[in-house]
Nanobody
Framework: QVRLVESGGGLVQSGGSHRLSCEASGRIVAFTAMGWYRQAPGRERELVAIMSSGRHVVYADSVKGRFTLSRDKAQKSWSLQMNNLTPDDTAVYYC?????????WGQGTQVTVAS
């Protein structure tokens, strides 16, 4: 069983920076992809950034140039550095990982950007 735990959510001022982290535990061989999604109130969950096992990263257009996804060599933890935050970035952020045909989710962490 794989477990993902996020940390780092909180309240940030508009224009500020914040960092989210995800720690994976359990039966991990090597994820095929890992990253972050988010869900704002009244909206569907959307991709923020995802990294393949080859380290290629895909970012949502709305966060390109502001957010950076990185991971450790063991592929057991990854982080999302968020810069120049705006109120539109307010959402619950979910850690995500894919292994073969399985998808794993963290419990979510709230990020609120105050204007």
């Amino acid at each position: 069983q794989v477990r993902l735990v996020e940390s780092g959510g909180g309240l940030v001022q508009s224009g500020g920076s914040h960092r989210l982290s995800c720690e994976a535990s359990g039966r991990i061989v090597a994820f095929t992809a890992m990253g972050w999604y988010r869900q704002a109130p009244g909206r569907e969950r959307e991709l923020v950034a995802i990294m393949s096992s080859g380290r290629h990263v895909v970012y949502a257009d709305s966060v390109k140039g502001r957010f950076t996804l990185s991971r450790d060599k063991a592929q057991k933890s990854w982080s999302l550095q968020m810069n120049n935050l705006t109120p539109d970035d307010t959402a619950v952020y979910y850690c995500n990982a894919k292994l073969s045909t399985s998808t794993f989710w963290g419990q979510g962490t709230q990020v609120t950007v105050a204007s």
